[in-house]
């Protein structure tokens, strides 16, 4: 095993041999082989330890002995103990996902320190057998099928490609001692009933399920690297991009042959996952919203908008403000100079307001529209609510998002980028223009 180790570890993980290495060890015969074999081939190593105080005086054994070997090797211990059921009670999660998030969270930290670059764990072969099943028995897309990763991020896990049998005979061969965690005996857990009562039947089905297990993941990955690239070409085909937001056209969407599949590996990235809902938005009414952790997905009439919740609709009570000769980058980008009459040219631009610089009270403000919000259009002797504008100027949802007022006092003076206040118009008889100029 320790050649196939070496071999696997030029091929494979080349990167491994350049820089001191973290090692996840609990003291299991896994984790005991990892350190030993990758001791025996010189790799610069240092060990992580993490008492979780599950078991009693077992897991102060547990350190105990891990640190040991770690003083027999001669490698650098490092040592977190945790309280997993006060995290697991504050935080509302299982135990095995407490003890899950404490440990990475404290390995991260390691890590980010420096002085290690990548933190090797001692998942195998069995361990990814198992997950497969786990992730077959909940429902699963073809990365839940694919098993454990061999790399993330900065995680490592080089004995995948081998089997606990394999893992097993090598400390056997090499005298190595270990620690027995007897709840790994307990199928009250769903990872240990598959092994104790599934896997057991299976391998009696097919002696070699191991080697057909890793030909079937290779097909299963091929086959996901084929759905990468017609998801990425189909992307660059269909959704369009408008700065930071990403517009799902709704025709599009309905000339693909599986537009779900497609909306799934497109919005999965971005935290989605109530699938159900995503689907129902393609026939929701327009302004209908799903959230993700930092994402909203919004209906519009003929896309689905994605763009951050943080940059959704400012607060309707928010009020920003704007000098004459100033530039103003928040909510939006605007730009206000001061011009004699005499020495501007009007152009037809509605990216651009030209006012009567006199007829405007200062600070000008810029707001969200409010309920009985009303302006004179440019053009027009009669008020008109903003609303009714809205609805007879047809404006999509998105365009509805990123409506912004600008005021004079309490007075409307431009529908920013869409259309003026005809009481503020440049007249004859004006002195001074104020250009205000809408950048995007």
Request: aromatic share 12%.
């Given at each position: 095993m320790e050649n196939k180790f070496k071999k696997h570890i030029e091929s494979n993980f080349a990167e491994l041999t350049q820089h001191p290495l973290l090692l996840a060890v609990s003291g299991g015969v896994?984790?005991?082989?990892l350190l030993h074999i990758c001791h025996c081939i010189g790799l610069n190593v240092a060990v992580a330890h993490c008492n979780f105080h599950l078991r009693g005086e077992d897991s102060n054994d547990d350190q105990a002995f891990v640190e040991k070997q770690c003083q027999i090797l001669q490698v650098p211990f490092f040592v977190q103990e945790f309280d997993t059921n006060q995290y697991a009670i504050t935080n509302k999660v299982s135990i095995q996902v407490a003890a899950r998030e404490l440990r990475y969270q404290w390995f991260e930290e390691i890590v980010q320190q420096g002085t290690y670059r990548y933190l090797l764990t001692a998942h195998h072969l069995d361990d990814s057998i198992e997950t497969f099943f786990i992730n077959f028995s909940r429902g699963t897309g073809i990365e839940g099928l694919l098993g454990i990763p061999e790399k993330a991020a900065y995680i490592r896990r080089p004995l995948l490609v081998f089997s606990r049998s394999e893992i097993e005979a090598y400390a056997?061969?090499?005298?190595l001692t270990w620690r027995e965690d007897y709840t790994n005996a307990q199928t009250k857990y769903l990872r240990n009933k598959i092994r104790k009562n599934i896997l057991p039947v299976f391998k009696e089905i097919n002696p070699q399920l191991e080697q057909t297990f890793q030909q079937t993941i290779g097909f299963l990955k091929e086959a996901h690297q084929m759905t990468a690239d017609a998801s990425r070409i189909m992307f660059d085909k269909v959704?369009?991009?408008?700065?930071?937001?990403?517009?799902?056209?709704?025709?599009?969407?309905?000339?693909?042959?599986?537009?779900?599949?497609?909306?799934?590996?497109?919005?999965?990235?971005?935290?989605?996952?109530?699938?159900?809902?995503?689907?129902?938005?393609?026939?929701?009414?327009t302004g209908k919203r799903i959230l993700s952790e930092k994402y909203c997905l919004l209906k519009d009439r003929g896309y689905l908008l994605l763009r951050l919740k943080s940059k959704m609709v400012e607060n309707i009570e928010d009020t920003f403000y704007l000098q004459e000769n100033q530039m103003v980058t928040r909510p939006i980008g605007l730009t206000a100079t001061n011009f004699e009459r005499s020495k501007i040219e009007l152009t037809a631009d509605p990216l651009c307001a030209y006012l009567d610089r006199d007829k405007l009270q200062f600070p000008l403000l810029i707001?969200?529209?409010?309920k009985g919000d009303y302006f004179v259009p440019f053009g027009m002797k009669g008020t008109k609510r903003i609303s009714k504008y809205v609805k007879d100027e047809k404006m999509t949802q998105i365009e509805k998002e990123n409506l912004w007022l600008l005021c004079s006092g309490d007075t409307i003076v431009w529908i920013i980028g869409s259309r003026m206040d005809e009481r503020f118009k440049v007249r004859n008889t004006t002195t001074n223009v104020l250009k205000i100029k809408l950048t995007v």
């Open positions: 896994d984790s005991v082989v056997t061969a090499n005298q959704v369009l991009k408008q700065g930071d937001d990403l517009l799902f056209p709704l025709k599009e969407l309905s000339e693909l042959s599986l537009p779900k599949a497609y909306l799934y590996k497109w919005l999965e990235p971005y935290g989605f996952k109530a699938w159900d809902d995503i689907a129902d938005l393609l026939q929701a009414e707001r969200k529209p409010k």
